[in-house]
Nanobody, 121 residues
Framework: QVQLVESGGGLVQPGGSLRLSCAAS????????MAWYRQAPGKQRDLVAI???????NYADSVKGRFTISRDNAKNTVYLQMNSLKPEDTAVYYC???????????????WGQGTQVTVSS
């Protein structure tokens, strides 16, 4: 079984910063892609940022230049540094990983429990 534990959400004023973390634990062979999604009330869950096993990254246009995704492969952890936060960044943020349970297995997707980020004065 694989578990994803998220931390770092909270309430912040516009222009402020937050850092989210998501640590994967359990029995698996390797982690391929690690990503962050977010879902605002009444809206669909959207991709925020993604990082591959080789370190390539991609971002939603709305967060480019403000958010940075990174990963520590030794700790099986992905981070999202969020700067210059805006009220429209308010959402529940979900960690997502795609990993291989065995050397010959296909990719399996797991989600974190979600962490609330609220940007408000």
């Amino acid at each position: 079984q694989v578990q994803l534990v998220e931390s770092g959400g909270g309430l912040v004023q516009p222009g402020g910063s937050l850092r989210l973390s998501c640590a994967a634990s359990g029995s698996f062979f390797s982690i391929n892609v690690m990503a962050w999604y977010r879902q605002a009330p009444g809206k669909q869950r959207d991709l925020v940022a993604i990082v591959t096993s080789s370190g390539n990254t991609n971002y939603a246009d709305s967060v480019k230049g403000r958010f940075t995704i990174s990963r520590d492969n030794a700790k099986n952890t992905v981070y999202l540094q969020m700067n210059s936060l805006k009220p429209e960044d308010t959402a529940v943020y979900y960690c997502n990983v795609r990993l291989k349970m065995t050397i010959v297995g296909g990719l399996v997707q797991y989600w974190g429990q979600g962490t609330q980020v609220t940007v408000s004065s």
